[in-house]
């Protein structure tokens, strides 16, 4: 049990952690944050094209948890109410950041590969969220919206002010997107194209 200025609270009961995380505690806002640091900084992960932006929306994530503590309802998951922040801290950062930047990576004009969207689940999620990475960022924001958040197309258009449309379009080209990339750097799972490929090596 950590005490201070006559206060108290056990990193391990919430309900007393997060009293003194609004009261101000200093430690129980350090252990707070040691506790969902690979939570908030999973999410932030998602959103953003770096490791270094990830730490910019974790920062700016936290403080606002911080800050706003006290309008948290305990009657849902404290998670939950997290993610909101963190998401919303990821959008305003591409908003601000990367809003009218232009797209530096094409299509390519191949045919999409056979795809089976279990696939993706054959890696992991570092492997995954490096694949994100390398997306435009709307594109990103859209299809982690979308597939990991669940959001339906209207909502995302209205975080992102852009039209419904668009993000139907972003969302299949986040996908195709992801596809070439997954058939480019994990060959393997494509089984059905070794015999394409050893045909290709041996014809050079």
Known sequence: MLRRSGSSFEENDFASLLKACIEGHRLAQQAMFKQYFGF????????????????????????KVFQNLQRYD?????KAWVRTIVVNTAIS????????TRDRITLEDAPVPKFDD??????????????????????RNVFV????????HRE??????I??????SHYMRARTRLQHLIRQY?????????????FKQNEN
């Not at 908030?40 to 403080?63: D, M």
């Not at 919206?145 to 339906?152: A, D, M, P, Q, R």
């Open 40 to 63: 908030v900084k999973g999410v932030a992960l998602r959103y953003c094209a770096s490791y270094e932006e990830s730490e910019e929306v974790l920062n700016e994530s936290f403080l």
């Open 74 to 78: 305990p009657g849902q998951p404290f």
């Open 93 to 100: 950062y591409y908003r601000k950041n990367n809003k009218h």
């Open 118 to 139: 279990h696939t993706i689940e054959r890696l992991t999620g570092e492997e995954i969220i490096a694949l994100l990475q390398i997306l435009k960022p709307v594109y």
């Open 145 to 152: 919206l979308h597939v990991v958040e669940g959001y339906n």
């Open 156 to 161: 995302i258009a209205e975080m992102l002010e």
């Open 163 to 168: 039209n419904e449309a668009t993000v139907r």
């Open 186 to 198: 994990y060959p393997d799972l494509f089984p059905g194209d070794w015999e394409l490929r050893s």
